[in-house]
Nanobody, 120 residues
Framework: QVRLQESGPGLVKPSQTLSLTCTVS??????????WSWIRQPPGKGLEWMGL???????AYTPSLKSRTSISRDTSKNQFSLQLSSVTPEDTAVYYC????????????WGQGTQVTVSS
C-alpha cells in the first residue's frame, strides 16, 4: 500500500516562498512508470495540476505557474518537494501530492491534503 503525506507550514506571507514536502511510503519514487505530482484546490474552485517529477527525475509544470514553481526530490528520504515563489493570497489552497500511474496515466494514490493560507 502506497501512502503519501504532505508536510509544511500552513501559513505563508505574501511575496514569500511556499515550501511543501511529500513523504512517500510503500513504494519508491524512482520506480517506473510512476510520476509524482502536486495538485491544489483553491477555496470554491476545482483541482489545479501544478507539476510533477518523474521516476527519472525530470520535471514538468503547468505553464501558468512554471515561472514560480520548482519540484525536486530526495531519493534517500523517498520524498519530493514543492516550492512556489512570490506567493499571493490567490495561492491559498489545499495542496495535495499524488502518484500518477504510467500504466494508465491516472492518479491512484493521494495524500490527505494540507491547507496553505497566504496572508500577512
Amino acid at each position: 500500500q502506497v501512502r503519501l503525506q504532505e508536510s509544511g507550514p500552513g501559513l505563508v506571507k505574501p511575496s514569500q516562498t511556499l515550501s511543501l514536502t511529500c513523504t512517500v511510503s510503500g513504494g519508491s519514487i524512482t520506480s517506473s512508470p510512476y510520476a509524482w505530482s502536486w495538485i491544489r484546490q483553491p477555496p470554491g474552485k476545482g483541482l489545479e495540476w501544478m507539476g510533477l517529477i518523474r521516476d527519472d527525475g525530470s520535471t514538468a509544470y503547468t505553464p501558468s505557474l512554471k515561472s514560480r514553481t520548482s519540484i525536486s526530490r530526495d531519493t534517500s528520504k523517498n520524498q519530493f518537494s514543492l516550492q512556489l515563489s512570490s506567493v499571493t493570497p490567490e495561492d491559498t489552497a489545499v495542496y495535495y501530492c499524488a502518484r500518477r500511474n504510467g500504466f494508465y496515466f491516472g492518479y491512484d494514490y493521494w495524500g490527505q491534503g494540507t491547507q496553505v493560507t497566504v496572508s500577512s
